[in-house]
Nanobody, 113 residues
């Protein structure tokens, strides 16, 4: 299973961060694992942001629930993350991760004007 994140590397404060994860080697609609978004701010640990399961049910970290939205596009075998009203504290490396332990390489997102 391979995962690849894509999206803009720079987002302005107050705007929406949008990332996609393209999956190969597994069908997200039928694979029984959860499909996760995890991030790591500079100098800090990993933070689980949320996930979507094979039935298209999303789950969110309580700290991000009001700003995050996770969805999937089965026609593209992708799942996506939107994070609204970003601040510089959202600067991080963002990873998409399959629940069995397959990770994307990560994508750096910087929030700055």
């Amino acid at each position: 299973v391979q995962l690849q994140e894509s999206g803009p590397g720079l987002v302005k404060p107050s705007q929406t961060l949008s990332l996609s994860c393209t999956v190969s080697g597994a069908a997200i609609a039928s694979n029984l694992y959860y499909w996760n978004w995890i991030r790591q701010p500079p100098g800090k640990g990993l933070e689980w942001m949320g996930a979507i399961d094979y039935s298209d049910s999303p789950y969110y970290s309580p700290s991000l629930k009001s700003r995050a939205s996770i969805a999937r596009d089965t026609s593209k075998n992708q799942f996506t993350l939107q994070l609204n009203s970003v601040t510089p504290e959202d600067t991080a490396v963002y990873y998409c991760v399959q629940g069995a332990g397959f990770w994307g390489q990560g994508t750096q997102v910087t929030v700055s004007s």
